[in-house]
């Protein structure tokens, strides 16, 4: 019997956290005592698995000078646009701009360790970096005006339209994105956190609630399901397994994260890469009506 097919078909079985899931106040006060100590650990390690143009970029995020700020309306957390006394990377005679997400400013959600979004933006970037993907813009973390926090290099959006002979490279960077959302177990992957900027690069923003340490992926990119991916995401993948910058990224991830969302991370890349076809997600995905 040929198991491949089989295993395609699968719907993968939606598991929520169990009872030991921690509630209340006292447990808020752990989370974030928990989540200061790693904010501490992880803000000293700034350009960790950056290279060339980003490590510039995200040494800039995590220590240029503030010169102005402004609050983002319309956000379900505090979230903060920030201009620094740095050049912006991609707009020649323009200051860097970067998205502040401060910890204070965190919504509690009652399946995330709380205090903890940030630290999983900079997860993010680092999975994306690790594996040469480019799909999450530059990110650090840093002491702001509204304490620690992680910010991200703000990324200017296209001014025109793109050519109809872009497609098929879009489509390509879609794919690839969707290779990270599995990586990371993207829980909220809508289409207003895909963003194209003016050369037509596929960035992947709001990538905070990733890395839960059971099946939580919810995405826009449902059609994909069952597919192989693309043979050079593929190789992506089995190179961030097998090479060098897998024990760089682990020992970054666990000052990050907790270690069974790390374990869970390394057994999501182990499978990927045994069984390089995105997952049939199950018919719960949570998704709102805001998605496509």
């Known amino acids: 019997m040929d198991v491949e097919p089989q295993r395609r078909r699968r719907g993968r079985r939606h598991l929520d956290p169990g009872a030991g899931m921690r509630f209340g106040r006292l447990a808020a006060d752990a989370d974030a005592v928990s989540a200061q100590r790693r904010f501490t650990r992880a803000a000293g390690d700034i350009a960790a698995l950056a290279s060339g143009e980003d490590a510039a970029a995200v040494e800039q995020l995590a220590t240029a000078p503030i010169r102005a700020m ?23 005679g323009q200051p860097m701009r970067a998205i502040y997400k401060p910890t204070r400013g965190e919504r509690p959600l009652h399946d995330f360790t709380r205090n903890t979004l940030h630290l999983r933006e900079r997860a993010a970037y680092l999975v994306s970096a690790a594996a040469a993907m480019g799909v999450v813009p530059p990110t650090a973390l840093r002491d702001g005006p509204h304490g620690p926090g992680s910010v991200q290099l703000y990324i200017h959006p296209g001014d025109e339209p793109l050519p109809e002979s872009a497609a098929p490279d879009l489509e390509a960077q879609l794919h690839r994105l969707a290779v990270f959302d599995v990586l990371a177990n993207n829980a909220d992957r809508k289409r207003a956190h895909l963003l194209v900027d003016g050369v037509g690069h596929v960035w992947g923003i709001d990538n905070a609630l990733t890395f839960l340490p059971y099946p939580r992926q919810r995405t826009v990119l449902l059609d994909l399901g069952g597919s192989d991916l693309d043979p050079d995401d593929a190789e992506l993948v089995r190179q961030l397994r097998d090479g060098d910058s897998r024990t760089a990224l ?12 790390v374990e869970a991370f390394e057994g999501r890349l182990e499978e990927l890469t045994d069984h390089p076809w995105y997952p049939r997600l199950d018919d719960w995905d949570g998704r709102p009506f805001e998605w496509w």
């Open 70 to 92: 402004g609050r983002i309306a319309q956000s379900s957390n505090a979230v903060f646009l920030l201009e620094l006394d740095a050049p912006d990377p991609h707009r020649a």
């Open 250 to 261: 682990r020992a970054a991830l666990r000052r990050l994260l907790s270690a069974t969302e």
